[in-house]
């Protein structure tokens, strides 16, 4: 069965930076769309970044571009968050997403409604 587990969350002041990780496994990792997102409690799950099979294309939303970069390294089926100059707006809960496993068919969706695979979420706090 699919499992994604994400590690890296925690508190830190802002300006500070933070690596979310997001190791998958039953899954064939290699040919789909990956993403981050991220909820505040009362609020819609929305998307923070999401990235193609191969890596190269990448959307950001635009409150976290320029400050957040999303990679991923298929070989070890693990997909990267990094977070520089947090804000204290940036806290939230991040989950790590799939879409069911099928062929790749840009652009990767931003929809959570089109995910179908999440991991438990880490929780991110940015102190002001």
């Known amino acids: 069965q699919v499992q994604l587990v994400e590690s890296g969350g925690g508190s830190v002041r802002a300006g500070g930076s933070l690596r979310l990780s997001c190791a998958a496994s039953?899954?064939?990792?290699?040919?789909?769309?990956m993403g981050w997102f991220r909820q505040v409690l009362g609020k819609e799950r929305e998307a923070v970044a999401t990235?193609?099979?191969?890596?190269?294309?990448?959307y950001y939303a635009a409150s976290v571009k320029g400050r957040f970069t999303i990679s991923r390294d298929n070989a070890k089926k693990t997909l990267y968050l990094q977070m520089n100059s947090l804000k204290p707006e940036d806290t939230a809960m991040y989950y790590c997403a799939a879409p069911p496993d099928s062929w790749y068919s840009p652009p990767c969706s931003r929809l959570p409604r089109d995910f179908d695979y999440w991991g438990q979420g880490t929780q991110v706090t940015v102190s002001s």
């Open positions: 990235i193609s099979p191969g890596g190269n294309s990448q």
């Open positions: 039953g899954y064939t990792y290699s040919r789909n769309c």
